[in-house]
């Protein structure tokens, strides 16, 4: 909880409310799993974080003023180490292109996470000033607009309030096996949930919070992307 409340404040003290993937540690925290990574502010660095994880990475431009990344350019999957600094350099390119007065903070190196055996789902808070923190969950990824498949409950939740949103969404069958795939791992998503609950609630300042996507996967979830705004 110190943890969390010190990267919420570094992001305070930066004299934004919006706050993105460098805020991933607060999701950390929680105990809610993320990819391994870090935001860099250099190519050298980029490419010392890709040599760490030791395998093709995924590189996201972190601003403030850039809320969709991949719409501007900003997301670059399965990159080589080899390719780290040049791709450094495109993604900040691709950001002033946008917006000439973007601050940068950096970018994010991250390791891949395995899509093709996941589902890509969303779990979100809205505050309510009636109701209270609004806990979202439902299909993410592509589909998220097309299909809006989601569920919405007042946080904090019981273990079995988390259960309930899973089964509440159409695409339940999905995250259980349907078509032969492997199920996914219901009882970290529902923990995970759970996590979120937790933090929002500890925390009241945060007004809005995404996870977009929460990979949902046989071994466990990964959180791969954060928004979050403060009051
Ligand atoms: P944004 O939502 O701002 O465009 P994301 O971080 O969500 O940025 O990245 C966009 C998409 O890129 C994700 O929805 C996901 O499909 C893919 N992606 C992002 N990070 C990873 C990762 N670590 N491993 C695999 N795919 C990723
Ligand atoms: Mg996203």
């Known amino acids: 909880r110190e ?5 919420l404040e570094s992001g305070a003290r930066r004299g934004s409310n919006r706050l993105g993937v460098e805020a991933m540690e607060l999701l950390d925290a929680y105990g809610i799993p993320t990819p391994q990574g870090d935001v860099v502010s250099s190519p050298v660095e980029a490419e010392a974080i890709a040599e ?29 180490v ?15 292109n946008y917006q000439e007065d973007a601050t940068i903070l950096g ?9 093709d055996n996941g589902v890509e789902t969303i779990l979100g808070m809205n505050r309510d000033p009636q109701f209270g923190p609004l806990l979202l969950f439902g299909l ?13 409950s007042v946080a904090p939740v019981s273990e ?22 492997e199920p996914v791992d219901e009882a970290t998503l529902v923990e995970t949930i759970q996590r979120l609950s937790q933090l929002v609630t500890d925390f009241p300042a945060i007004v809005e919070l995404d996870i ?5 996967r046989p071994d466990g979830v990964q959180a791969v992307d954060l928004r979050l705004t403060l009051d």
């Not at 943890?3 to 990267?7: F, G, I, K, L």
């Not at 970018?107 to 899509?115: G, H, S, Y």
């Open 3 to 7: 943890r969390a409340r010190e990267v």
């Open 52 to 80: 760490e994880i030791g395998d093709d990475v995924v590189m996201k431009i972190v601003s403030p003023d850039i809320l969709h990344k991949s719409d501007i350019g900003g997301v670059e999957v399965g990159v080589p």
């Open 82 to 96: 080899e390719e780290v600094r040049d791709t450094y350099e495109d993604l900040v390119v691709r950001a002033r």
């Open 107 to 115: 970018v994010q190196v991250q390791e891949m996470v395995d899509l």
């Open 140 to 152: 993410g990824g592509i589909f998220v607009e097309v299909l809006e498949d989601n569920t919405v």
């Open 160 to 181: 079995n309030e988390a259960k309930g949103m899973l089964d509440d969404i159409d695409s339940a069958p999905l995250l259980r096996g349907a078509r032969g795939s």
């Open 212 to 216: 977009n996507p929460l990979v949902a």
